[in-house]
């Protein structure tokens, strides 16, 4: 089973601040890196997605970075929010199986 | 659009006693999914639909069932709960396997 290794598992920022997620995926043919973003008793939302044909995305606060020789990608948030604390998942979507394969999620919290 | 919505919200079992999870969605997309999320391991793939009339097991389909009969609905059914199923249960959409996937909200579930 191929998976997607998310850290940290949960982190704390002051307002203002850059937090960055990581997610590592093993060597195999990928299609679609999307993060979804949850807050508490509400479903995943699509925040921001990317292809690896390409090094960077961003949407206005959200950046995604992409390393395919490191095989790994990041998400920053900058200059952070209250509001966007909540629980950060990174995913894979398989070209082969259509599927999507998620990390663990990262907790996040901004302090005022 | 309702996007997808789940019935119910809540609910408590008792181990052996059996349930089904509604999940319609009004966007007319072919594809739908069950996933599952326990604290600390991200989403689960339970059973995926291509289109009505075809199904497929996920990573973690043992204990389940489902079925799909029209576009718009895809039910999972549990027989013979058990503690181990005790998990927020989350349905989603997309149009095709490389597109966007909607979530519902989640159904709670605890079996005692």
């Known amino acids: 089973q191929q998976q997607v290794k998310q850290s940290p598992q949960s982190l704390i920022v002051q307002k203002g601040g850059i937090p960055i997620i990581n997610c590592a995926y093993e060597?195999?043919?990928?299609?679609?890196f999307p993060w979804y973003q949850q807050f508490p008793g509400k479903g995943p939302a699509l925040l921001i997605a990317?292809?690896?044909?390409?090094s960077e995305k961003k949407e206005g606060r959200f950046t995604i970075s992409f390393n395919k020789s490191a095989k790994q990608f990041s998400l920053h948030i900058m200059d952070s929010q209250p509001g966007d604390s909540a629980t950060y998942f990174c995913a894979r979507l398989s070209g082969n199986t259509g599927k999507l394969i998620f990390g663990q999620g990262t907790t996040l919290q901004v302090k005022p | 659009n309702a996007g997808v919505t789940q019935t119910p919200k809540f609910r408590i079992l008792k181990i052996g006693q059996s349930m089904t999870l509604q999940c319609t969605q009004d966007m007319n997309h072919n594809y739908m999914y069950w996933y599952r999320q326990d604290p600390g391991m991200g989403l689960k793939l339970i059973y995926y639909?291509?289109?009505?009339?075809?199904?497929d097991k996920g990573e973690v389909p043992n204990g389940y069932n489902v079925s799909r009969s029209t576009t718009e609905d895809f039910p999972l059914r549990l027989e013979l709960a058990a503690p181990s199923q005790t998990s927020v249960y989350f349905c989603?959409?997309?149009?095709?396997?490389?597109?966007?996937?909607?979530f519902g909200p989640g159904t709670r579930l605890t079996v005692t």
């Open positions: 060597n195999t043919a990928f299609d679609y």
């Open positions: 989603a959409s997309s149009y095709e396997e490389n597109y966007e996937q909607y």
């Open positions: 639909s291509v289109g009505a009339g075809i199904t």
């Open positions: 990317i292809r690896p044909d390409v």
